[in-house]
């Protein structure tokens, strides 16, 4: 776990922000990263005391969940169970998941059971709003990391994977012969990417400054610039 501190007020109290690792989009050393470029323009647009923890995996959402952090980045308020007790940030990203693999897997048929269950591998901790119970029926895998997916889906010791992108984006960057296949009908859920918070006083100001800063960085064109090929139209 690695923390870093904004402190522009001590009288403040003090925001702790669980930061979501993901491989090649947002990495605590990786400033060239898209989602690690993004947060360091809203840090810039924060007032008060914040601290910001990177967490592999899904430790991320285990800590907000268990109220050990403030807020939760990036993530949706689709995906959580108490909305009423969360406030969102303006999306600065969609996030879709799909089946990805050496064949097309659509998720019509994946929705029905089989003979033979498919083998899906998914990382551990996405629930794809709850829509992960509708693979009950199939044989889901859970892993702690896309990367491990693909090495699995590589060794054939599962059939496809269910990855959101632009998360996944570097496996199929990197991957050239045999290409990784996902079509529209492979399509599973869409979600905001966003900054996600318990609702408090301060929580409530520091969403509002996010937004603050979100809305200029999408009317200069910052935004798409920073996301480029990662930005995912909704």
């Known amino acids: 776990m690695i923390l870093l ?3 522009v007020s001590r009288a403040a109290e003090p925001l702790r922000i669980a ?3 993901i491989e090649g989009m947002l990495e605590e050393h990786n400033n060239e990263a898209p989602y690690t470029e993004i947060l360091t323009h809203l840090q810039q647009g924060t007032s008060g005391s914040v601290s910001y923890f990177y967490y592999p995996g899904s430790r991320a959402s285990k ?5 050990e952090v403030d807020c939760l980045f990036p993530s949706s308020l689709g995906v959580h169970n108490e909305k009423s007790r969360l406030i969102e940030s303006l999306a600065f ?3 879709k998941a799909y089946f990805i693999g050496y064949e097309e897997y659509r998720t019509e048929s994946l929705l029905l059971p089989r003979q033979r269950p498919v083998m899906i591998a998914y990382r551990r901790g996405n629930t794809f709003g709850g ?3 509708e693979l009950v029926h199939q044989a889901l895998v859970e892993v702690n990391s896309d990367s491990q997916a693909k090495l699995l889906l590589d060794k054939g010791r599962v059939d ?13 960057n990197q991957q050239k012969t045999p290409a990784l296949i996902y079509t529209d009908a492979s399509h599973f859920y869409s979600q905001n990417d966003s900054m996600l918070c318990h609702d408090s006083q301060g929580a ?12 200029k960085m999408q009317d200069s064109g910052a935004l798409k610039r920073i996301l480029s090929k990662a930005y995912i139209q909704p």
């Open 5 to 7: 501190v904004s402190q």
């Open 19 to 21: 930061v979501n690792h």
């Open 63 to 67: 800590a907000f969940n268990e109220h």
């Open 93 to 95: 990203n969609t996030a």
């Open 131 to 133: 829509r992960i119970e």
């Open 160 to 172: 496809v994977m269910l990855v959101y992108l632009p998360d996944a984006m570097h496996l199929i």
């Open 204 to 215: 409530s100001r520091f969403i509002t400054t996010i937004n603050e800063r979100l809305a």
